[in-house]
């Protein structure tokens, strides 16, 4: 039903920033809440971020809060994940995912679409 593509990853030094972009195929992007996730070399799927349909609200990780911040428009079937201060701790693939509901959700079973993951690498 949904196809997810992710964009913005790459190399850039630790206090820089970046802005990852998810695109939603298909022609409508309705009722449809969003996350992000990441998974550094050799750890699991870590929670980063997620929004509702409305992007009223907004769950991050303690580990993110205060330096990224989720958003989107709708009208595009866009998310976004702008990410300032990145630290080496950061360097992850990372992957949007979708799930069919309004409420946004903190777990990745949760979901039921993801990207394929865009590489994002802060050096020191």
């Known amino acids: 039903q949904v196809q997810l593509v992710e964009s913005g990853g790459g190399l850039v030094q630790a206090g820089g920033s970046l802005r990852l972009s998810c695109a939603a195929s298909g022609r409508t992007f309705s009722n449809y809440a969003m996350g992000w996730f990441r998974q550094a070399p050799g750890k699991g799927s870590e929670f980063v971020a997620a929004i509702s349909w409305s992007g009223k609200s907004t769950y991050y990780a303690d580990s993110v809060k205060g330096r990224f911040t989720i958003s989107r428009d709708n009208a595009k079937n866009t998310v976004y994940l702008q990410m300032n201060s990145l630290k080496p701790e950061d360097t992850a693939v990372y992957y949007c995912?979708?799930?069919?509901?309004?409420?946004?959700?903190?777990?990745?079973?949760?979901?039921?679409?993801w990207g394929q993951g865009t590489q994002v690498t802060v050096s020191s």
């Open positions: 995912a979708a799930r069919k509901s309004s409420g946004a959700t903190t777990g990745p079973s949760e979901y039921e679409y």
